[in-house]
């Protein structure tokens, strides 16, 4: 009998070379596609095609959308996510949850092998390997691409050797799409002084005229667009649709990988950030000081576990927890100003707004405590300071 094995599968040449080796070397191929919102139906049908084309035996297409939202996306969003205060997890984020469907896909056909087309250049060979290995550590691993330090050239003769003549010409830039964003990866961003040209963005300019833009916000979650009631999903969507007009959402991350390298990508993100940025200046209106605090230290390590492959460590869902809980007065409306290139939160409504009227207008009327109050308060506040100073400074 011959061996099952689960590939994961995308379409491009690593995957594509995987279907034929691997039968030659004796498993019964079944393909598993994972789309995270970067693809359509169209084009979900064209990779099945190939799939079955190269001599998969089955192929499976998931759209897990909805649960990467909820399980994913929305903890970015609560805490304001954005690696080394750029990169809103555009791509790495989406890797577990592809990783945990592919498994799931395993496990419903009994196969004993589970494989991947990740070379061993990058990140998601750990994402990938550490899921299986953590949840399934009686299925075996298979990397060819990886494991064989197959090179491009090798994959495209072996397939022509084969009869597969699809084209593979190598296009200058890599792109990776998905709801929450898309990378981009080229010459440029190997090298520490390069920049991404215009031409190598997914998006470009068609609007030059400014745009107000509303978000509404339920809990911490956007649930309206412009006075229109939606699903979060559809909300980040219709955002996007709208905001990648203008050119927005650009930038070019460096951080440090898995591996132990710096690594740079370039990204276009316009829905990502509007949206954390409009829900981070809401939660400046409605969270207390301490809350505030919290979500900036838990949020930047909920980020790295999410980046690094460890979204199963259970720190996650206490993590989880505490940024759900924050996000109870979460509620109202911000208005964002859409420009070409650029945009800017411009403000927000709230019935949670701790900047009450009732309480006074900060630099301009006081209506919660006396002159005398402050002068009290301001002695206490220094006596601590008084003593030290006292004590260490006889000079």
Same mark, same amino acid.
């Given at each position: 009998?011959?061996?099952?094995?689960?590939?994961?599968?995308?379409?491009?040449?690593?995957?594509?070379?995987?279907?034929?080796?691997?039968?030659?070397?004796?498993?019964?191929?079944?393909?598993?596609?994972?789309?995270?919102?970067?693809?359509?139906?169209?084009?979900?049908?064209?990779?099945? &095609?190939?799939?079955?084309?190269?001599?998969?035996?089955?192929?499976?297409?998931?759209?897990?959308?909805?649960?990467?939202?909820?399980?994913?996306?929305?903890?970015?969003?609560?805490?304001?996510?954005? &690696?080394?205060?750029?990169?809103?997890?555009?791509?790495?984020?989406?890797?577990?949850?592809?990783?945990?469907?592919?498994?799931?896909?395993?496990?419903?056909?009994?196969?004993?092998?589970?494989?991947?087309?990740?070379?061993?250049?990058?990140?998601?060979?750990?994402?990938?390997?550490?899921?299986?290995?953590?949840?399934?550590?009686?299925?075996?691993?298979?990397?060819?691409?990886?494991?064989?330090?197959?090179?491009?050239?090798?994959?495209?003769?072996?397939?022509?050797?084969?009869?597969?003549?699809?084209?593979?010409?190598?296009?200058?830039?890599?792109?990776?799409?998905?709801?929450?964003?898309?990378?981009?990866?080229?010459?440029?961003?190997?090298?520490?002084?390069?920049?991404?040209?215009?031409?190598?963005?997914?998006?470009?300019?068609?609007?030059?005229?400014? &745009?107000?833009?509303?978000?509404?916000?339920?809990?911490?979650?956007?649930?309206?667009?412009?006075?229109?009631?939606?699903?979060?999903?559809?909300?980040?969507?219709?955002?996007?649709?709208?905001?990648?007009?203008?050119?927005?959402?650009?930038?070019?991350?460096?951080?440090?990988?898995?591996?132990?390298?710096?690594?740079?990508?370039?990204?276009?993100?316009?829905?990502?950030?509007?949206?954390?940025?409009?829900?981070?200046?809401?939660?400046?209106?409605?969270?207390?000081?301490?809350?505030?605090?919290?979500?900036?230290?838990?949020?930047?390590?909920?980020?790295?576990?999410?980046?690094?492959?460890?979204?199963?460590?259970?720190?996650?869902?206490?993590?989880?927890?505490?940024?759900?809980?924050?996000?109870?007065?979460?509620?109202?409306?911000?208005?964002?100003?859409?420009?070409?290139?650029?945009?800017?939160?411009?403000?927000?409504?709230?019935?949670?707004?701790?900047?009450?009227?009732?309480?006074?207008?900060?630099?301009?009327?006081?209506?919660?405590?006396?002159?005398?109050?402050?002068?009290?308060?301001?002695?206490?506040?220094?006596?601590?300071?008084?003593?030290?100073?006292?004590?260490?400074? &006889?000079?």
């Amino acid at each position: 009998m011959k061996k099952k094995i689960v590939l994961a599968f995308s379409g491009g040449l690593d995957t594509s070379f995987c279907v034929p080796y691997l039968k030659e070397q004796g498993y019964e191929v079944h393909t598993a596609f994972v789309n995270t919102g970067g693809f359509s139906p169209e084009e979900e049908e064209e990779i099945r &095609k190939r799939a079955m084309e190269l001599g998969a035996k089955t192929h499976t297409c998931s759209n897990i959308v909805e649960d990467y939202y909820n399980k994913g996306i929305k903890y970015l969003i609560f805490g304001n996510v954005l &690696k080394n205060a750029t990169y809103p997890l555009s791509v790495s984020s989406e890797r577990v949850f592809q990783g945990l469907e592919v498994l799931r896909i395993a496990k419903k056909k009994k196969a004993g092998y589970v494989a991947h087309g990740s070379t061993g250049a990058g990140n998601d060979q750990v994402r990938f390997d550490l899921i299986f290995d953590v949840l399934a550590p009686e299925i075996e691993i298979i990397a060819p691409v990886r494991d064989n330090n197959f090179q491009r050239k090798f994959e495209i003769d072996y397939l022509k050797s084969k009869g597969f003549n699809f084209s593979w010409k190598k296009s200058k830039y890599s792109i990776n799409q998905g709801i929450w964003g898309t990378s981009i990866g080229g010459q440029e961003t190997l090298h520490s002084d390069g920049y991404l040209p215009e031409e190598a963005y997914p998006h470009h300019v068609t609007e030059k005229k400014e &745009k107000i833009l509303s978000i509404d916000f339920l809990k911490g979650e956007p649930v309206g667009v412009d006075g229109v009631k939606m699903s979060p999903v559809e909300a980040i969507r219709r955002i996007a649709s709208i905001a990648n007009a203008f050119g927005i959402g650009r930038d070019i991350h460096t951080g440090d990988t898995i591996i132990g390298i710096k690594g740079r990508v370039g990204f276009e993100a316009a829905a990502p950030l509007i949206i954390i940025k409009a829900h981070h200046l809401l939660e400046k209106h409605v969270l207390v000081k301490g809350q505030l605090n919290w979500k900036d230290h838990i949020s930047a390590y909920y980020g790295q576990l999410m980046h690094e492959a460890q979204y199963l460590d259970p720190t996650a869902r206490d993590m989880e927890a505490f940024l759900e809980s924050t996000q109870k007065n979460v509620t109202g409306t911000v208005y964002v100003k859409l420009r070409p290139y650029c945009f800017q939160a411009l403000g927000c409504e709230s019935p949670y707004d701790l900047m009450d009227s009732r309480f006074g207008a900060y630099g301009e009327d006081n209506k919660s405590f006396t002159a005398q109050d402050v002068i009290g308060f301001t002695r206490v506040l220094a006596n601590p300071l008084k003593i030290y100073y006292s004590l260490s400074d &006889k000079k």
